[in-house]
């Protein structure tokens, strides 16, 4: 699975992309799995209301089920416009 | 309908007499066109990422569901990205309906959703350092009017 990263969270993380072997079932597992990684993990994904997530491009929830998900993207809330 | 995601400027009286040209029962054409501009004092520019595999299809969705919602004639979106000067246009909308009461409403929803729905991300970038835009909250509340 291709995980992505945008704005301060890809800084603090300092990559745009990981690819990812994963059993986790939902996004937060996934969260679970990230933070537990490394301390620039740990500090990205602290504050998870701070956060948005992109399941196969499209906006979704942390609760969002990953079977089949090819893509998953992690960034603040936006700024367009 | 056209959707644009791009680095390059574009030129919003060009823009505007193209989307204006051949539409079908439209008495009206509302356009916005948002521009840099120096907030706080000391902005040298504004650099916008943005989430290339998503952008083009969340705008798209924002754009059906603003001619669906308000039977325009059509709809246009230019966004851009990359590293922009203060002065220089960041984006423009475009609607076109049959009265200008649903040209203007559809142009306002537009705006509201890609603000806060489209998957862009501003930082500024003034002499001092580089510091990323937060979302207002009240972007957020704003989406709350269309629901």
Redesign the interface.
């Known amino acids: 699975m291709d995980v992505l990263y945008f704005a301060w969270v890809r800084e603090r993380i300092g990559a745009p992309k990981d690819k990812i072997e994963t059993n986790a079932a939902t996004v937060t597992e996934l969260v679970d799995e990230l933070r537990a990684r490394e301390p620039r993990y740990e500090a990205a994904f602290a504050d998870l209301s701070a956060l948005r997530v992109a399941v196969d491009q499209e906006l979704s929830d942390f609760d969002a089920p990953l079977a089949g998900v090819r893509e998953v993207a992690f960034f603040p809330p936006m700024t367009g416009g | 309908m056209r959707v644009a995601v791009q680095s390059d400027s574009f030129d919003f009286a060009s823009e505007a007499a193209a989307f204006a040209q051949d539409l079908d029962g439209a008495g009206a054409v509302v356009t916005f066109t948002?521009i840099v501009r120096d907030v706080s004092g000391g902005l040298e520019a504004m650099e916008i990422?943005h989430?290339p595999?998503?952008t083009q299809?969340?705008l798209t969705a924002i754009a059906e569901e603003a001619i669906e919602r308000w039977s325009l004639a059509d709809a246009l979106v230019i966004?851009r990205h990359g590293r922009l000067a203060v002065g220089e246009q960041?984006?423009m909308v475009a609607t076109a309906a049959p009265h200008r009461g649903d040209a203007f409403e559809a142009a306002e929803f537009l705006?509201d959703y890609?603000?806060?729905?489209?998957?862009?991300?501003?930082?500024e970038i003034t002499r001092d350092g580089a510091e990323?835009?937060?979302?207002r909250e009240d972007d957020?509340t704003a989406l709350n009017r269309w629901k």
């Open positions: 948002g990422e989430y595999g998503m299809s969340a966004h960041i984006m705006m890609l603000k806060s729905r489209a998957p862009f991300w501003k930082k990323w835009v937060e979302a957020e």
